[in-house]
């Protein structure tokens, strides 16, 4: 009788918190904890388009900043992965014309592809690039031009699984109030088992 008493007061010890006020408490902050995670994926944009404007302007201390604000940004707030990172793609096409325009003026093969490829194209391109290596493999003296490596001005930054800001401490109550009511329910069930198996005759 004395355990049958301890197991019943362990079922309602455990039914003291009633399982709809801790999914109700699960389902606000699944909430508070999505609208976290939305604002620093919004941060990590808002950051990534600071870079994009900046790699446009052209000022190359003003890219280095604005890289570093996202770098550090992003390696301090969860949900803020890049993909496939950020690819500086004007500071790359201003690289390469200027890679063509010195090996232009120090090489006449250089000049010669510039005419056959600047008459088919209104303004420099990725196709105008393509052109003119295809002009400059006429000739064998085109392997001194040294074009930059497109992979140099590719940036990846990894956000962390879990960080210490307001998504992270609100992803961490989720876990605990449904780790909750699984012991809960677990405990409950396992506990009525026991005491329809064990005193099932008295």
């Known amino acids: 009788m004395v355990d049958k008493k301890r197991v019943r007061r362990s079922i309602k010890q455990l039914q003291r918190v009633q399982t709809w006020k801790l999914v109700i408490l699960l389902i606000l902050s699944v909430f508070v904890s999505a609208t976290f995670l939305r604002l620093n994926n919004i941060?990590?944009?808002e950051r990534r388009e600071a870079v994009f404007a900046a790699d446009k302007v052209g000022d190359n201390e003003k890219?280095?900043?604005r890289l570093y604000d996202l770098q550090r940004y992003v390696s301090a707030h969860m949900n803020t992965d890049m993909g496939k990172g950020i690819y500086l793609e004007e500071s790359?096409?201003?690289d390469v014309q200027i890679a063509y325009t010195k090996a232009s003026s120090e090489n006449n093969i250089y000049k010669k592809a510039q005419e056959v490829c600047a008459p088919q194209f209104t303004?420099?391109?990725q196709a105008y690039v393509q052109c003119t290596i295809g002009e400059l493999a006429k000739y064998p003296a085109s392997d001194n031009l040294k074009l930059p490596h497109a992979d140099a001005y590719l940036h990846v930054f990894v956000s962390p699984l879990?960080?210490?800001?307001?998504a992270g401490w609100s992803m961490l109550v989720c876990i605990v109030i449904l780790t909750m009511i699984?012991?809960?329910f677990i405990g409950v069930l396992i506990l009525r088992l026991m005491l329809h198996h064990r005193y099932k005759s008295i």
Request: proline share 0%; hydrophobic share 40%.
């Open 43 to 45: 941060g990590m944009i």
């Open 92 to 94: 790359y096409k201003r």
């Open 123 to 125: 303004s420099w391109s």
């Open 182 to 184: 699984i012991v809960r």
């Open 162 to 166: 879990w960080s210490s800001d307001f």
């Open 63 to 65: 890219i280095q900043s």
